[in-house]
Antibody
Framework: EVQLVESGGGLVQPGGSLRLSCAAS????????MEWVRQAPGKGLEWVGR??????????EYAASVKGRFTISRDASQNSLFLQMSSLKTDDTAVYYC???????????????WGQGTLVTVSS | DIQLTQSPSFLSASVGDRLTISCRAS??????LAWYQQKPGKAPKLLIY???TLQYGVPSRFSGSGSGTEFTLTISSLQPEDFATYHC?????????FGGGTKVEIK
């Protein structure tokens, strides 16, 4: 069974840093694109960034709102994905979801498995 | 950035109703669109990808259509478990973007 479990969320002051982890099981995460998607309280979904699969060199993409502040990394030996967040702002307050992307109909276009999410609260 | 506009943002409906939700893209995205269902306190669930392909295990009362800039999610006969928020997402170009969501509530 495919499972994604996020951890590392919590309360942090503006300007602070936090590292989120996503432990994958039931599949080899390095064979898939992996994403971070967030949702501010009572708001819609916002794509944060992507880490491509091993075959594509684990290269990354980021939303403009987090570029330069957030870094996505992977550890194949732990079958895990990470999100290093720095210079945090109150607008970064959200539930952060780890997502697996499968290759469907020839493209990496199926956000087919989501973790339960971890809440990050940025507040003084 | 490609903007996705969902309409309506809120919908009140009854069990058995036929429902249609629209998602309009600010520029053409071919068929690179997905639909998700989200219930309160839960993660989104993939319903449809490439605009019209039903994800494995999703009931056939859900269907998607469209291409270019206009897309539609249809629920042919609303069931009690379908009351939720629905999101569209474009995967055509970065940044990947989502629509604002459509909340479906019981009338």
């Amino acid at each position: 069974e495919v499972q994604l479990v996020e951890s590392g969320g919590g309360l942090v002051q503006p300007g602070g840093s936090l590292r989120l982890s996503c432990a994958a099981s039931g599949f080899i995460s390095s064979d898939y694109y992996m994403e971070w998607v967030r949702q501010a309280p009572g708001k819609g979904l916002e794509w944060v960034g992507r880490a491509r699969d091993k075959g594509n060199g684990y290269t990354t993409e980021y939303a403009a709102s987090v570029k330069g502040r957030f870094t996505i990394s992977r550890d194949a030996s732990q079958n895990s994905l990470f999100l290093q967040m720095s210079s945090l702002k109150t607008d970064d307050t959200a539930v952060y979801y780890c997502v697996r992307v499968a290759k469907c109909s020839g493209g990496w276009n199926c956000f087919d498995s989501w973790g339960q999410g971890t809440l990050v609260t940025v507040s003084s | 950035d490609i903007q996705l506009t969902q309409s309506p943002s809120f919908l009140s409906a009854s069990v058995g109703d036929r429902l249609t939700i629209s998602c309009r893209a600010s520029q053409g995205i071919s068929n690179d669109l997905a639909w998700y269902q989200q219930k309160p306190g839960k993660a989104p669930k993939l319903l449809i990808y490439t605009a019209s392909t039903l994800q494995y295990g999703v009931p056939s009362r859900f269907s998607g259509s469209g291409s270019g800039t206009e897309f539609t999610l249809t629920i042919s006969s609303l069931q009690p478990e379908d009351f939720a928020t629905y999101h569209c997402q474009q995967l055509n170009s970065y940044p990947l973007t989502f629509g604002g969501g459509t909340k479906v509530e019981i009338k």
